[in-house]
């Protein structure tokens, strides 16, 4: 993997105002695509500057935001896990408005929206409408969302802590991110990372399940867009991978007709961050080349 150099940052103004921080990654020479990542919940973009330094090593510039309630985009720490009135479809808007910046500051490369976990969900929610905007997406720790919501009591605030307990007894409270304990460690002495989502904020991001799982809001994703699903066999929130191959039924029977899936034997639920990374990175460049390649 390639020296990790350090992000250009810069911020996006949302429609309601709030100052969402971006950072950007850049390749040594001419790109040939541009790779936006949207990260998951209790962490921050910044956590992904060694995939970002091996995408730039494949040609790829890249991009990715502080979702609200995180990083820098909160700010304070008391304001981590809450994303506001109406948060979560604005948060999905957010990723929307950095695509459409990425296209204007790129024109003519191909943009592929990355999502992973809660980042795979804002995505899953873009896609429904927006799946003309970009020219592939990739699904990182991903699940069918209502099924996973009928599992949670959305009464209570959401605690990331709940998803270790196949794990247990367990090193960390966060053993189930990854096999990596350097990468485990880290996330554990981030202040920026470990946090769940308040009530409202969880309310409205697991009730946009419903939609997620609605077929006619899925016919409405384009059927040539290349979708890659990639995921760990022991990610607590696939359910030994029924949720997600249950996600996967779903877009094959919208009829979606370039889906491909990559499971990792042994991988949990940061498989960017596993302990066979290297592999994994790899194995999304080669499609990543593969699918662009042939636009």
């Known amino acids: 993997m390639s020296t990790v150099e350090q992000a250009h940052t810069s911020e996006l103004v949302s429609r309601d105002g709030t100052r969402v921080a971006v950072y ?4 040594v020479g001419v790109p040939h695509g541009v790779v936006q990542i949207a990260h998951g919940m209790g962490e921050h973009a910044r956590r992904y500057a060694q995939t970002a330094a091996a995408l730039n090593a494949a040609g790829f510039v890249v991009y990715a935001n502080d979702h609200r309630g995180h990083g820098a985009t909160a700010g304070d720490p008391s304001r981590f896990g809450a994303f506001g009135e109406d948060g979560w479809n604005r948060l999905v808007g957010d990723i929307g408005a950095l695509v459409e910046t990425v296209r204007e500051a790129h024109p003519g490369l191909p943009v592929v929206l990355l999502g992973h976990s809660m980042g795979s969900l804002a995505t899953q929610q873009y896609l429904l409408d927006h799946s003309g905007r970009v020219d592939a997406a990739v699904l990182s720790g991903s699940t069918a969302l209502d099924q996973l919501a009928a599992a949670i009591d959305l009464d209570q605030p959401l605690e990331l802590a709940g998803f270790n307990a196949a794990f247990e007894p367990a090193r960390t409270e ?3 991110l990854s096999r990596d ?10 202040p920026a990372c470990g946090f769940g989502t308040d009530i409202p ?4 991001m697991f009730g946009s399940g419903t939609q997620l799982a609605d077929p006619q809001r899925l016919a409405g994703i384009r059927s040539d867009l290349p979708l890659y699903v990639v995921a760990g066999d022991q990610d607590p929130i696939n359910a030994g991978l029924a949720l997600l191959n249950l996600l996967v039924e779903r877009y094959r029977a919208a009829g979606l007709t370039e889906v491909t899936v990559a499971t990792y034997e042994g991988g949990r639920h940061e498989i960017l961050n596993e302990t066979n990374r290297a592999e994994v990175v790899a194995d999304l460049v080669a499609w990543l080349d593969r699918v662009l390649g042939a636009r």
């Not at 950007?24 to 390749?27: K, M, S, T, Y």
């Not at 304990?181 to 981030?190: G, L, T």
């Not at 904020?201 to 409205?204: G, I």
């Open 201 to 204: 904020s969880s309310k409205l």
């Open 24 to 27: 950007r990654w850049d390749p």
């Open 181 to 190: 304990e350097a990468v485990v460690d880290a996330y554990v002495a981030d």
């Open 174 to 176: 966060s053993d189930w």
